[in-house]
């Protein structure tokens, strides 16, 4: 089956950026959308399409994509920010969705 | 704003079913995609199915093929997840979820707007 790859984990300094990857074949057809899930939380939606931000979403976080492989970048990263990240897109056959591993972000 | 409030928490026996429910305020699933997303403790998100109005019917991740149901109420703006032969291992947290704007195929999809989770408990 389809399978978006991941880092488990990244850590970061308060104030400094933090990327996290997402990877897949179908990647260069297909957009992705990003999560943002706290402890105990329902999952948040940050980025859409690639590179979008959803209303009540904070500037420093945005969205690149090159080839297989899109980003989600942190900038000046806040405490706040400490939680896991689930990078979403649809399968080959476009009929259906799934999201990566997940990447726990902490801040030091 | 769009809100969607999911039925309370289950303890279910294996080999049964449960029927999760998703009412949404502020707005219905007539043409937008609602989506099933669960999450097994300490776990990952897993997309289970979702229903795209523009498809018509529903589609279902290939590990839940047979054993998942979801269905919409357009009378009561409510979404339902049913999932049968429960085991141990569908124990989870499961969410309803559903998107933000119109979108013509699942690769266009994302959720803007999540309930607050069923927490689902198999055992004996």
């Known amino acids: 089956s389809y399978e978006l790859t991941q880092p488990p984990s990244v850590s970061v300094s308060p104030g400094q950026t933090a990327r996290i990857t997402c990877s897949g074949d179908a990647l260069p057809n297909h957009y992705v959308s990003w999560y943002q899930q706290r402890p105990g939380q329902a999952p948040v939606l940050v980025i859409f399409k690639d590179t979008e931000r959803p209303p009540g979403i904070p500037e420093r976080f945005s969205g690149s994509s090159s080839g297989s492989a899109v980003t989600l970048t942190i900038s000046g990263v806040q405490a706040v920010d400490e939680a896991d990240y689930y990078c979403q897109s649809a399968d080959t056959t476009d009929s259906s969705l799934v999201f990566g591993g997940g990447t726990k972000l902490t801040v030091l | 704003q769009v809100q969607l409030v999911q039925s309370g928490s289950e303890v279910k026996k294996p080999g049964s079913l449960v029927k999760v429910s998703c009412k949404a305020s502020?707005?219905?699933?007539?043409?937008?995609?609602v989506g099933w997303v669960r999450q097994a403790p300490g776990q990952g998100l897993e997309w289970m199915g979702g229903?795209?109005?523009?498809?018509?019917?529903?589609t279902y991740a290939p590990e839940l093929q047979g054993r998942v149901t979801i269905t919409t109420d357009e009378s009561t703006s409510t979404a339902y997840l049913e999932l049968r032969t429960l085991t141990a291992a569908d124990t989870a947290v499961y969410y309803c979820a559903r998107e933000g704007r119109y979108s013509s195929n699942w690769a266009m999809v994302h959720f803007n707007y999540w309930g607050q989770g069923t927490l689902v408990t198999v055992s004996s």
């Open positions: 229903i795209l109005p523009v498809l018509g019917s529903p």
């Open positions: 502020g707005g219905t699933f007539k043409s937008y995609a």
